[in-house]
């Protein structure tokens, strides 16, 4: 496998007619690095990744490993010859070969001994935990199964690159947790570098070192999943990441550099705020911008706090197992979701006190 430091995307852009649909695209990925795009529908996560993979042309910026240009509108070094990996959802298998002659064909476009295209089809099928299946069609093997072939297709030609573009969404949800432990084993061991696409957050949480949180083509943030989680940088973020309540409010005063009061409805909420956002919410604050503040379901308490008291009344409840989650009104009919364990009985109709602890209140402007 020939090493490099990073692959370097930089200022790329891409129109589908006069929509811009990639703007401004900037990106480094260390070598071994996992990354995940992430995004809603249509958000251009694909269209990056196959720009990458070298399948549509660019138009403009430029894409780099060290110092070799693979595309800058004027240089263009054809997908073959990039020595990049691709997985699809759809597993793109050829359904009249065997697993074995699958895996085996890029080896033998590469016109190897017949020997090693068997040590290594065989190496690589171990990898994915099929090497009983050899034989077999991919008719005769299950979607997990099938996917799996497709990624020891990948692996076994020892990409620089692996570009999955939402490799498990065909799949059920057991198997999608096992194929997504089984994708993260196969990084930790062979540490190729992976650019992984998908829209599902959990997905991305759970096997990224970082995540590029995409929306309209535009790059939102780019953090570890513990900063994209804990610190959204706006509220398209937050809201992708779980921040259901979001609620446009009045920041009523600023207090010391890290006490904001909110004007909620009828009642005035306390939020502490984390220094990452301390000088976003004095500028929000200072400059009269509108506001918004969002909490996730889970971090709202039910019974009466320290502060942040407020009374709702349950509409809805839903039963998810592990947790209910609760829709209620306030007073001044603003919707609220609240999430706590099975074990918490109240029934729609009843009135019930929450409370919001402070830390737990992300500020927001609408510009953000
Ligand atoms: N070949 C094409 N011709 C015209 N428009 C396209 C084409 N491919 C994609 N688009 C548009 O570009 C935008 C980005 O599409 P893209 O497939 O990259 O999004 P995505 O985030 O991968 O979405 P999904 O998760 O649905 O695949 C969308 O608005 C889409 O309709």
Same mark, same amino acid.
Request: glycine share 8%.
């Given at each position: 496998m020939r090493e490099f430091k990073e692959l370097r995307i930089t200022g790329l852009n891409k129109y589908y007619g006069n929509k811009?649909?990639?703007?401004n695209f900037n990106l480094t990925i260390k070598n071994g690095e996992f990354v995940t795009l992430l995004?809603?529908?249509?958000?251009?996560k694909s269209t990056v990744l196959n720009c990458i993979a070298g399948l549509i042309p660019i138009d403009g910026g430029s894409i780099y490993i060290d110092d070799e240009c693979l595309d800058d509108g004027k240089n263009f070094v054809p997908p073959e010859k990039r020595n990049f990996g691709m997985v699809f959802?759809?597993?793109?298998?050829?359904?009249?070969?065997s697993v074995f002659d699958n895996v085996a064909f890029g080896l033998r476009l590469r016109k190897l001994p017949k020997e090693v295209i068997k040590e290594k089809v065989i190496s690589a099928l171990r990898m994915v935990h099929?090497?009983?299946?050899?034989?077999?069609?991919?008719?005769?093997?299950?979607g997990g199964e099938q996917q799996r072939v497709a990624l020891a297709r990948c692996i076994v030609m020892e990409p620089r690159v692996m570009l999955l573009d939402?490799?498990? +969404? !065909?799949?059920d949800a057991l198997l999608r947790i096992e194929m997504r432990y089984e994708l993260k084993a196969l990084h930790e061991r062979l540490k190729i570098t992976t650019i992984y696409v998908t829209h599902d957050q959990q997905e991305a949480l759970a096997l990224s070192d970082r995540i590029v949180v995409l929306n309209k083509g535009k790059i939102q943030q780019i953090g570890t999943p513990e900063e994209i989680y804990s610190?959204? +940088? !706006?509220l398209f973020v937050a809201n992708f990441l779980g921040f259901r309540n979001i609620w446009e409010v009045k920041i009523l005063k600023l207090e010391g550099d890290n006490v904001a009061y909110i004007k909620f409805g009828s009642v005035n909420l306390k939020a502490t705020l984390q220094d990452k956002y301390k000088s976003h919410i004095r500028n929000i604050f200072e400059n009269n911008k509108r506001a918004y503040i969002s909490v996730r379901p889970e971090d709202i308490e039910i019974g009466e706090g320290l502060e942040n008291n407020i009374e709702i009344k349950i509409e809805v409840i839903e039963y998810l197992g592990h947790h209910k989650q609760f829709w209620g009104v306030t007073s001044d009919g603003i919707n609220i979701e609240v999430s706590k364990e099975s074990n918490i009985s109240l029934e729609p109709g009843d009135s019930v006190k929450i409370w919001i602890p402070p830390e737990r209140i992300l500020i927001f402007s609408e510009e953000d």
């Open positions: 811009k649909v990639v703007d995004g809603p529908s249509g958000s251009g959802q759809n597993y793109a298998l050829f359904p009249h070969l099929l090497e009983e299946h050899v034989n077999k069609y991919p008719r005769q093997l299950s939402e490799p498990l +969404s !065909n799949l610190y959204p +940088s !706006n």
